[in-house]
């Protein structure tokens, strides 16, 4: 359960915090107005479905359209003159599609043709995240240097990082490559499981949301983890406060029968992992199972029989499907959905959430607010170490991933301007399905349980 401030991967002269500078804030409703029914229903709507007027490839990516956006490569592979916006934008979509090699291809023949300087930092830096996500950490960082050269203004940390990054080879996963474990669900809403850090055992809470794995400073001294430097990073909370990280390197994560080699992490202070539950209790957590990290694997939330699995993915694996839904934009995943039966949109996908809610910078974007009535009551979202935003309610939302969407009774609407999605996935949705997210096929499957659908 979270919100953070997030990064745009674009803008020239602009203070790029880092692709790896947005901070989990857990999200923890307050009152019982947040924990609203939801009842499921098919969803019968194509791919090819949208509400979108959009049939150039930039103006596809600016409104996130990506799979009609990667229609149209073979059409601008085509063209012998296709501009720099054409190549710049249709290597956005292939970036955020987990088609890296494509999108580097299109980005690098955009440079070619020598765009302005604005427009060069511009490709370079989105040279920088298809190499970081791709773990060419060295190439990630020469494209970073570069877009500083040509005025785009990054984070100092953000290189540091990467420079420390070049000489480590992270996320081995050696024999098995598949586990079943016990999972936790229950107050808070959030699934956790045992993750063995070193020598150290804790409790990780599985939060897509995360861009990173993030580890208490209690725990990173019991496990004895390595410094990656000496320098400090920015992370940004609930409210856009900045809090201080180290990055260490975990050296071995066991969980279940899978062993998981050299793992980046943030080092963040324990005051800021924890929030407070219903009775104002504190939970404090000490390990966050980042995006970084879930992008390995293909993972199954099972919430009726409390198990999860991951299967570690190889290269031959990671083949992004063609009606794929999954997308990673700033580092984290995201998915298209649709609203009120209408598609589709972009929600940020966040396993660490107990709630799902709206977004109403871009409800207004779009100018849905006719379709919902207001409820003045508040809504109060609460993030790491208490921090908290208030927002309203709305009245029969009904939101849908695939083949299935679930009607909420009420549903918050709080302002998020840096996300650029329509709102945000959480556990009160995705609890009524086994869960798959296969960052292989870049899919998000719902089965629901056998069970009754509703609760």
Not at 108 to 126: E, G, M, S, T
Request: aromatic share 8%.
């Amino acid at each position: 359960m979270r919100t953070a401030q997030t990064m745009t991967a674009a803008a020239s002269r602009r203070v790029i915090p880092g692709l790896l500078g947005v901070v989990a804030a857990l999200l923890a409703s307050t009152g019982c107005t947040l924990r609203s029914e939801m009842t499921l229903s098919p969803l019968a709507l194509k791919p090819s479905d949208t509400v979108r007027a959009a049939n150039r490839v930039e103006d596809l990516v600016e409104v996130g359209d990506y799979p009609r956006a990667l229609a149209l490569a073979s059409a601008v592979d085509a063209k012998p003159n296709a501009t720099v916006a054409e190549l710049n934008a249709l290597g956005k979509a292939e970036l955020v599609s987990g088609r890296l090699a494509d999108a580097k291809r299109h980005f690098r023949q955009a440079l070619v043709r020598k765009p302005f300087r604005d427009v060069y930092a511009d490709i370079a830096w989105n040279l920088s995240q298809a190499e970081l996500l791709d773990g060419e950490f060295a190439a990630s960082l020469h494209w970073a240097q570069t877009a500083v050269e040509y005025g785009l203004e990054i984070r100092s940390w953000h290189l540091e990082l990467l420079e420390a990054l070049q000489t480590e080879r992270p996320f081995v996963v050696g024999g098995v490559k598949d586990t079943e474990v016990p999972m936790e669900h229950r107050t808070p809403a959030i699934p956790r499981v045992e993750v063995r850090i070193n020598e150290a055992r804790v409790m990780g809470i599985i939060d897509s949301g995360a861009v990173m794995t993030i580890v208490s400073d209690r725990l990173a001294a019991e496990a004895k983890l390595r410094s990656l430097g000496d320098f400090t990073g920015t992370f940004y909370g609930l409210l856009g406060e900045p809090i201080q990280v180290r990055f260490a390197m975990i050296d071995s994560m066991t969980i279940g029968d899978l062993v998981i080699e050299s793992v980046p992490v943030a080092i963040m202070a324990g005051e800021k992992m924890k929030f407070f539950t219903l009775n104002r209790t504190p939970f404090h957590i000490d390990l966050l199972l980042g995006a970084n990290l879930l992008r390995e694997f293909r993972l199954s939330l099972d919430f009726e029989r409390n198990e999860v699995s991951f299967h570690h993915l190889d290269a031959s694996e990671k083949v992004p499907a063609t009606d794929q839904n999954l997308f990673i934009l700033n580092a984290k995943p995201y998915v298209h959905g649709s609203l009120n039966g209408q598609g589709w949109f972009l929600y940020q996908l966040d396993t660490g959430s107990e709630i799902t809610y709206l977004n109403s910078v871009e409800i207004s974007r779009w100018k849905l607010q006719r379709n919902f009535a207001m409820m003045y009551r508040g809504a109060e979202l609460q993030g790491l170490g208490g921090a908290t935003k208030r927002g309203v309610m709305v009245d029969d939302v009904s939101v849908g991933i695939g083949a299935w969407q679930g009607t909420f009774k009420t549903l918050p609407l709080y302002s998020s301007e840096k996300s650029g999605a329509i709102g945000l996935i959480g556990e009160n949705f995705l609890k009524h399905f086994r869960l798959t997210i296969d960052f292989g096929t870049m899919k998000i499957l719902l089965d629901p349980p056998s069970r009754k659908n509703e609760e």
